[in-house]
């Protein structure tokens, strides 16, 4: 008699998902390069002041990421997720407009996109003492043929207020 073999939510999971990874290109970047946190490493500010502080991002060449206001609900944006401390209050991260982006297969649809580098401005308010502004970048890196899947990126910046 024959028996078919369990498949297990594991098994179901690989079948379903496959086919989507053989379609990434065997050429794909290093997802540890997709996107660089570049600068700064550490900052100084006036405490008790509200102060903005530049968070750089170099994207890979031939790569692109959503910008965080997407062009439509189905893409993935670009979030900043930031720890809360004790001592330091970020208020607000501004994102700057992302740049139009068009396949050459179908110009006519147009994507919101960050391409290789891009700056975040995190406002923020500090009592005097040494302070670490952490999070977490969001983001989903695409060529002209792929996106990939979406990944996180550690950013810190050791504050320091006077």
């Not at 062009?71 to 900043?80: F, G, H, V």
């Not at 401005?121 to 970048?137: D, M, R, T, Y």
Request: proline share 11%.
């Amino acid at each position: 008699m024959y028996r078919r073999p369990l498949l297990t939510i594991a098994g179901l999971a690989a079948a379903i998902f496959q086919p989507a990874v053989a379609q990434i290109p065997a050429t794909k970047p290093p997802s540890a390069s997709w996107v660089r946190f570049t600068a700064p490493q550490e900052v100084s500010i006036q405490a008790g002041k509200s102060a903005i502080v530049e968070l750089h991002f170099t994207i890979s060449p031939k790569l692109h990421i959503n910008s965080h206001t997407p062009t439509s609900e189905t893409l993935i944006p670009t979030r900043l997720a930031v720890t809360e401390v004790p001592g330091m209050k970020v208020s607000a991260i501004d994102f700057p407009a992302g740049q139009p982006f068009s396949f050459p297969i179908d110009p006519t649809t147009k994507l919101d996109v960050y391409t290789v580098d891009f700056v975040l401005k995190a406002h923020i308010n500090a009592q005097p003492g040494s302070h670490l502004l952490e999070g977490v970048l969001h983001y989903q890196a695409c060529d002209n043929a792929a996106c990939y899947p979406p990944k996180t990126l550690p950013v810190a910046v050791s504050v320091f207020a006077k």
